[in-house]
C-alpha cells in the first residue's frame, strides 16, 4: 500500500464548486478504486476501473466523475451535482495478476464543504 | 448484488480476553473474503484473508472461520492487546479477478486496559 498516493490529504470545498481528487501508484496494478467512508457507514464503491480507458459505476456514482486515461492514475471529481461530499475519500488499487482481489488503500482525503 | 452484513457494530473486551467480529453475505459465487483494520484516521489495513476453499486460517493471534454452507465468516482476536483497538472492516469478493470487495459496515473494537 506504500505504493498509492492520495493528494491532497485535507481539501476544502465552497459549495458549488468542482473539486478534483488525485490518485496515483506505481505498483503496475490494473484496477483501481475510489471509495467514500463516512461515519458508521463503511466503505461504499463510488467507482472502480479494471483498465485503461474504462471505468464502471458503483454504488454511489452519482455527483462523482473520474478518468483512466493512465494505467497509473484514477482521479476522482466531486461535482456541485454531489449534494453532500464531506467525507474521507479512499483510493484502492488491486494487485495484479491475482485471481482474488488484495487492494491496497491509498492514505485517503479528507474533504470538507464550507 | 453482493450484501455484507457485519455485527457488532461495536465491542469492548478487556485486555487479554479475546473478540470475535461476524458477517453475513448473500451471494453465493463469493470465495474471497478479506478484513482490514483501520485506525483513525488512517487507510484501511489488510490483516487476514481467507478464500473459499479453505474452513481456517491463522496468523499469530488473529484467525478467520469460513462457513461456506451458511455463507458467514467470522474474526477472532485471542489475548487482546490496546493497540488492537481500531475499526475493523469485513468484506467479500467473487471470483473474476479484479472484482469490486463489498464492506460491511465495520466494527469499533476497544480493548480496555
Known amino acids: 500500500d506504500g505504493g498509492i498516493t492520495q493528494s491532497p490529504k485535507y481539501l476544502f470545498r465552497k459549495e458549488g464548486q468542482n473539486v478534483t481528487l488525485s490518485c496515483e501508484q506505481n505498483l503496475n496494478h490494473d484496477a483501481m478504486y475510489w471509495y467514500r467512508q463516512d461515519p458508521g457507514q463503511g466503505l461504499r464503491l463510488i467507482y472502480y476501473s479494471q483498465i485503461v480507458n474504462d471505468f464502471q459505476k458503483g454504488d454511489i456514482a452519482e455527483g462523482y466523475s473520474v478518468s483512466r486515461e493512465k494505467k497509473e492514475s484514477f482521479p476522482l471529481t466531486v461535482t456541485s451535482a454531489q449534494k453532500n461530499p464531506t467525507a474521507f475519500y479512499l483510493c484502492?488499487?488491486?494487485?495484479?495478476?491475482?485471481?482474488?482481489?488484495?487492494?491496497?488503500f491509498g492514505p485517503g482525503t479528507r474533504l470538507t464543504v464550507l | 448484488g453482493e450484501n455484507v452484513e457485519q455485527h457488532p457494530s461495536t465491542l469492548s473486551v478487556q485486555e487479554g480476553d479475546s473478540a470475535v467480529i461476524k458477517c453475513t453475505y448473500s451471494?453465493?459465487?463469493?470465495?474471497?473474503f478479506p478484513w482490514y483494520k483501520q485506525e483513525l484516521g488512517k487507510r484501511p489495513q489488510l490483516i487476514i484473508d481467507?478464500?473459499?476453499?479453505?474452513g481456517e486460517k491463522k496468523d499469530q493471534r488473529i484467525a478467520v472461520t469460513l462457513n461456506k454452507t451458511a455463507k458467514h465468516f467470522s474474526l477472532h482476536i485471542t489475548e487482546t492487546q490496546p493497540e488492537d483497538s481500531a475499526v475493523y472492516f469485513c468484506a467479500a469478493s467473487g471470483a473474476s479477478g479484479n472484482t469490486p470487495l463489498v464492506f460491511g459496515k465495520g466494527t469499533r473494537l476497544s480493548v480496555i486496559a
Open positions: 481467507i478464500r473459499s476453499n479453505v
Open positions: 451471494d453465493s459465487a463469493s470465495n474471497y
Open positions: 484502492a488499487s488491486t494487485r495484479t495478476g491475482s485471481s482474488y482481489n488484495e487492494q491496497f
